[in-house]
Structures are given as structure tokens and as C-alpha cells.
């Protein structure tokens, strides 16, 4: 790749999705890269690069973006925010929500495991009202990662990072080599394609968003946008959740963390949403 | 220091699952088969056991179900780490008492959640 290529991609990458991509790793780059051009039909990187430049057609410059997003993910990652969500979180919205359903997005899911965990703890969750229903969505920017996640199919490595063996045969089926989650955990996920650095404002209403190891891949300067974006779609009790060592402080003021509660985040009484 | 013993026939799984779980801060012990492991917990019983199924003279099952008859032998979290993957084998340990299941290959990362999921480890980092 040449020096003016490594900044066309840097470029197009921050200006579709609000990408961080560091020019100093090409290793990075071609690694997306090589199984995208053979995908698309090009002998190499570079053909796949000059095919970008002539055709400048928007669905090649979306695969070549999406290429680039971080895929790093597992079931229950970190854990606690999980354990809050099913037994403070859900609880609490149960009572207040009544027959209204519960909303949770999980917000650059990638390849589904955070939402499919968010289902998993939706069933265990106890003390819920009768008549409680969680409805969850996962979004993504990038198209494959969509398509894998709706697959519900996963490597036995996957399945190995953080899933509990019991979650992992009460609610997955062995086929071959890998590990598909039930329909019934499958059929309780949405799934949509969204591009957090576009306009969010038809995204809905969530009462918890989670959105991990999200925003440090995002450029500085759209980062405050996002959480905004993110404010807005939460009612005035809901709850964003960060990823560790992630913050919403000194980037907005529409957030504060929740004491003795790391990564959690509820919006700021003083924070108004511009109309 | 928390102990954790090795069960499995393979020295070289032996050896990797013995760094990888030193890194984690184990004491570790080893045993090349159930009968070798039993005579382990009797003398000490371990925290932990990372435990083979498939293994000449006793198996992993077997040692198992032993084990949680044993004085002091229903404390230490049994950990499969195995090539058997089909789900009624891995109910079948999961009946019988083992807390935790690794289908093999695995890898630090792996043991380390696993470890984790049981409570035996801090939470690996992000």
C-alpha cells in the first residue's frame, strides 16, 4: 500500500463511520483488506484500492469501512455490568415500566455476542413484575458482522470466552465443529444496521444502552455526538453502559457515573436534550 | 497461595496448562491419571482440579464421582479440560459434580475464564 492509499483509507474511514485508523498499522490494514479484495474479486490490495478510486461506488467504499471496525468481543465481557443489568437494573425497570416493554440496545455489537448475552440474562433475570418484556436489539455499522450475529453461530473458541458451560448447553446446539444458540434466544434479538456518527435521532427509545469498547475506536472529535445521540434516545431514568477504563466525563456533560458503579453511566437531571 | 491439580495422561497439556495456570498464581501439582489424582487429594486436598476425561487406569469421570464421596472431597472446583464435546457428555460432568468445562484446544485466555467463571481468578482485564 502507498503512503497516499494508507491516508485514502484513513480518510474514508473517519469520514463514513467516524473510524480511528492509525496509518502506522498497515499489518492491520491488509489483514482486512486481502480477504475483502479476494472477496470482491481483486487479484490484490492494491487492485482492490485502484477499483475504489475509479468506481468510487458506495457499497465497495462501505465494505472497505467495515472492514476496519474492531471485532473484539465475547459473551458476558467483563461481566459485572451483566450482573447488574439482571439483578438491579431489570428489577427496578420492571416495577416502573409495567406492561411497557424494557428496552436494551447494544450499541456496536459486532458479532452479537453482548446482545445474545443480554437474552441469556433476560431469561434468569428473577423478580421481574408479570407482564415484563425485554426487548433487545443489537446494531452494528458493518454488514458481516450482522450476518454472523444473526447466525447465532459461533466457534467453540467463542463459546469458550466467557460463556458459562451451563448457558452453553442449555441454550446452544452442537452442529459440526461450532455452536448455534436456540431459536428462542435467536427469535429475542433485533437486528439493525446503524451508523453511530449519522444521525441518531430515529434510532427510539432505549432504557439501557450498552455501548463498550466503542468509543475509544471512534474519532475524538465525533465522540461527544455519539454519547449525545445515545442521551437522547435514554429517558431521564435509563442507563448508558461504557466499557472499562471508557468515559463519558470531560467529553459531555449529559451523563454521570454512577458511584461505587464503574462503567455505569445515568443521564445528568441537569443535561437537556436539544429538541 | 491457592493449589491446583494437573490430571491429565499428556505431559506436554501438563506442562502448558501448568504455566499458563502459574501465571494465574496456582500452586500446582500434577497426576497422569484419576487413581494418581485421588492419591493426591488424599494426602492435600487441592483448590482447584484441572481434570482430562480420557485417561488409562482411571478416567476423569470415574475420579470424579470418587472424589465427591472422599472426606473433604466435595470442596475443590473440577474443571474438565477435555476433547469431549458433545453435550450430553458434558452434562453427564456437569451431574456428576464438575463446576466448570473446557473443550480442548484451549488457551490461556480460556483458562483463564474459565478459572474466573468459578471464582477461583480475579476477572481478567478487558
Redesign the interface.
Known amino acids: 500500500m502507498t503512503a497516499d492509499d494508507i491516508q485514502l483509507l484513513v480518510a474514508l474511514c473517519k469520514a463514513r463511520a467516524g473510524l480511528r485508523v492509525d496509518p502506522a498499522k498497515t499489518y492491520l490494514m491488509e489483514s482486512r483488506l486481502g480477504p475483502l479484495a479476494r472477496r470482491e474479486g481483486y487479484n490484490s490490495i492494491d487492485d482492490l484500492i485502484a477499483g475504489l478510486k475509479v468506481r468510487r461506488e458506495d457499497a465497495l467504499i462501505w465494505s472497505v469501512v467495515e472492514s476496519m471496525t474492531l471485532n473484539e468481543t ?1 459473551f458476558f ?4 455490568p451483566f450482573d447488574q443489568v439482571r439483578d438491579d437494573i431489570l428489577p427496578t425497570l420492571s416495577r416502573l415500566r409495567g406492561n411497557e416493554p424494557i428496552r436494551i440496545w447494544s450499541a456496536g455489537c459486532s458479532t452479537g455476542q453482548e446482545a445474545y448475552s443480554l437474552a441469556m440474562i433476560a431469561e434468569e433475570a428473577k423478580d421481574l413484575e408479570t407482564g415484563t418484556r425485554v426487548e433487545i436489539y443489537g446494531s452494528d455499522v458493518a454488514e458481516r458482522c450482522l450476518e454472523k450475529a444473526q447466525s447465532g453461530l459461533y466457534t ?2 467463542e463459546v ?3 460463556l ?3 448457558l ?2 442449555k441454550h ?3 452442529i459440526e465443529d461450532s455452536w448455534r444458540l436456540s431459536p428462542r434466544i435467536r427469535q429475542r434479538v433485533r437486528w439493525r444496521r446503524i451508523n453511530l456518527a449519522a444521525d441518531l435521532s430515529a434510532v427510539g427509545r432505549f432504557d439501557i444502552i450498552f455501548c463498550r ?1 466503542v468509543l475509544s475506536a471512534l474519532e475524538e472529535g465525533i465522540r461527544r455526538r455519539v454519547l449525545e445521540g445515545l442521551a437522547a434516545a435514554l429517558p431521564a431514568d435509563g442507563f448508558l453502559v461504557l ?3 471508557e468515559t463519558a466525563e470531560g467529553i459531555t456533560d449529559a451523563f454521570r457515573p454512577v458511584s461505587g458503579r464503574p462503567g455505569l453511566f445515568a443521564r445528568d437531571p441537569a443535561y437537556r436534550v436539544a429538541a | 497461595m491457592k493449589t491446583c491439580l494437573l490430571v491429565d495422561d499428556s505431559r506436554v497439556i501438563r506442562k502448558v496448562a501448568r504455566r499458563i495456570l502459574e501465571d494465574l498464581g496456582f500452586e500446582i501439582a500434577e497426576a497422569s491419571d484419576g487413581l494418581e489424582a485421588l492419591a493426591w487429594c488424599r494426602a492435600a486436598m487441592p483448590d482447584a482440579i484441572l481434570l482430562d476425561w480420557n485417561m488409562p487406569v482411571m478416567n476423569g469421570l470415574d475420579f470424579l464421582r470418587q472424589l465427591r464421596t472422599e472426606p473433604g472431597g466435595d470442596t475443590p472446583a473440577v474443571i474438565f479440560c477435555t476433547v469431549e464435546s458433545e453435550p450430553d457428555r458434558i452434562r453427564e460432568a456437569l451431574d456428576a459434580g464438575a463446576a466448570e468445562y473446557i473443550m480442548k484446544p484451549f488457551d490461556g485466555d480460556i483458562i483463564a475464564a474459565k478459572f474466573a467463571e468459578v471464582g477461583l481468578v480475579m476477572d481478567r482485564a478487558a
Open positions: 465475547a465481557r467483563d461481566r459485572t467453540q473458541f469458550q470466552r466467557g458459562p458451560i451451563r452453553l448447553v446452544f446446539e452442537k469498547y466499557g472499562k477504563g
